[in-house]
Every structure is written in C-alpha cells, then in structure tokens.
C-alpha cells in the first residue's frame, strides 16, 4: 500500500518538474554584493545639473557607481572611453538634488527618479548582504538573539 507520504512526495516532484518546465526563461540568482552599477549618463537629469559632477557629455556615456574601488581597477575592469565613475553615496546625493531642482512638469523627473530608485536599491541590497548573516552570528559577533525580542 503507498503511504500518504509518498504520495505527496511524488505530487510534489511532479508539481517541481511542471513548473520548472513551464518557465520560459531560466530563474538565476541575484548576487547581493553586486561590484558595481553601470546606468547611461542620460538618466541622471538634464545636462547642466549633470555636468558639474559628472564632467561633459559625451555620446554613448555610462556611469559606473561603485562601493570605493580604486579607479585605477575600475578603468582595468571597465576599459570602455566614454565611462564616469562615482561612488553611490555621492550619487545618491546628487540625484537626490537634482529630483528636488526639477518643475514638476519636467518629462525627465519620472526618469531621475527611477535612477534614485535603482540607486536605493542597490545601496539597499549591499546593506543586507552586509547585516545578514550566518544562522545566529552577524558581523562583529553581535548574536542576533541578543539584539533582537
């Protein structure tokens, strides 16, 4: 007789092979400490808001917001010409700047706010790989147990 067991174990392998099958992309992983952020110059707001820190613009430029690097590794590992480097805190700042300087009839604010969306987040996502931890110790061996009720 099969027992009740194995009869959810066979539905759920069944149910896996179905929905794995019916994805149409593969599922990859997200890694948390993603390096950097690569984004179009375009998307940081109007170009004389964007030129005092980003310098001029130039056709096809990308910005690469990063943790800190040294920008000589940067310039090995990204070697494309047209690239600004900046870091995200300096970014964030600036983007935030130009989002509070732009009329709210402006067609570029719904895009510089996106960008300060993608920035959060990316601050954000390094900030929880940073506080996560192993099952019970976070960094600095502060236990979890001992900082939270």
Known sequence: MISRRHCLTAAAFTMTL????SCQTPWQPKP??????ILPYD??????????WLGPREPNA????????????????YPAPPCRYTTVKRAVFHVARTLRRLPDGDPQKARVHV???ALRSFER???IALTSSPPF????????M???P
Do not use: M
């Open 32 to 37: 948390l400490l993603q390096k950097v952020l």
């Open 115 to 117: 960008t300060l969306a």
């Open 62 to 77: 990308k910005v690469i917001i990063h943790y800190g690097q040294s920008e000589q590794a940067l310039r090995r590992r």
């Open 18 to 21: 179905v929905f794995v099958n």
């Open 146 to 148: 001992s900082l939270y």
């Open 125 to 127: 996502d390094r900030q």
């Open 43 to 52: 998307d940081f707001g109007p170009e004389p808001q964007t030129t005092s």
């Open 137 to 144: 110790t976070g960094r600095g061996a502060f236990r979890r």
